[in-house]
């Protein structure tokens, strides 16, 4: 069998029994017919059904590297290599899949991204709580922050989750898993003022006296995570700051802080919602590198600008 021929006879699988869309089938045949470039102008083997041993498939992968390809794109075309010879074993169309037992690359870790907390108070200072939408504004980054919840989360919350005599939430998270976040009293007595009052006026706008989500837009319908970042921008733009934030970062900081301040990690795994321990972590690496950078800011043989008496 031709390569051309094979190619088209995996896409057509691709398109009749798995039912892939049009552009992941377009993407395939892109990374098959870069890796059979590759393999022709290097010489590796005639085509890509000839080739022999794994060597040309670490080739490949050390070509795409020194393209400055992301981990992403490498994994990509790796999984796409490899189902595709998958097919070809399958159909016994070549003998091994070459592919099979080289290991995608390991993304890099990277340090979640936080916000500082006197950044946090200024967007909080920065709604307007005497009207509406700005007290609604208000709560809603209060509750990210002191709570961690995901926009997700937050988002699908309703009224009857919030227990202001307890000062608990009930969140519904991943996986359809159940979990109690806790609130402090201030934002208690703040909630109970929007639930009441501030919701009541922004339901109003909607015929749909039924709806029980507890952030209504200036539409009077449910609030969506992209709503959520609208919002976040604004604020952002009321405080005449240039920061960048996101929901998840507030998740973050919330993380960060408690941890800052002593608490220990099961409880904050406990109240973020992460199954593994392993994933709560990352946070110890956040609140290691703010410990370093105070350490070098405060003492006189870390600090290299401290003037010589």
């Not at 020194?66 to 074993?89: C, I, W």
């Not at 005449?240 to 973050?252: A, C, G, K, V, Y």
């Amino acid at each position: 069998m031709k390569e051309e021929e094979a190619i088209n006879k995996y896409l057509e699988y691709l398109n009749n029994v798995l039912n892939y869309s049009n552009n992941t089938i377009l993407a395939y045949r892109n990374d098959i017919e870069e890796f059979s470039s590759f393999v022709k102008e290097e010489k590796f083997a005639k085509d890509i059904l000839t080739i022999r041993n794994d060597r040309v498939c670490k080739a490949f992968i050390s070509s795409l590297n020194n393209k400055g390809e992301s981990v992403n794109t490498v994994n990509r075309k790796m999984a796409s290599l490899r189902g595709f010879y998958d097919y070809l074993v399958s159909e016994e169309i070549v003998r091994i899949n070459f592919f099979i037992n080289i290991s995608s690359l390991k993304k890099p870790k990277r340090l979640p991204q936080i916000i500082r907390e006197k950044e946090i108070l200024l967007m909080l200072n920065s709604c307007n709580k005497e009207n509406t939408l700005g007290f609604r504004d208000y709560i809603l980054i209060e509750l990210l922050y002191s709570t961690g919840l995901r926009v997700s989360e937050l988002c699908a919350l309703k009224t009857s989750d919030i227990d202001l005599i307890n000062l608990e939430i009930k969140v519904l998270g991943k996986g359809n898993k159940e979990r109690i976040v806790l609130i402090f009293e201030e934002l208690a007595k703040d909630l109970r003022h929007y639930i009441n009052y501030e919701r009541v006026s922004l339901l109003a706008k909607s015929d749909d006296e039924t709806n029980r989500s507890l952030f209504i837009n200036n539409k009077g319908t449910t609030l969506t995570p992209r709503g959520v970042r609208v919002i976040l921008n604004k604020v952002i733009k009321n405080c005449e700051e240039t920061f960048h934030i996101s929901p998840h970062m507030l998740r973050h900081s919330f993380a960060t802080s408690l941890l800052n301040n002593g608490a220990d990690l099961r409880s904050v795994q406990e109240l973020l919602g992460h199954i593994n321990l392993s994933t709560t972590q990352i946070y110890t690496h956040v609140t290691y590198e703010n410990l370093r950078k105070e350490y070098v800011l405060a003492h006189p043989r870390a600090n290299k600008n401290d003037k010589k008496e």
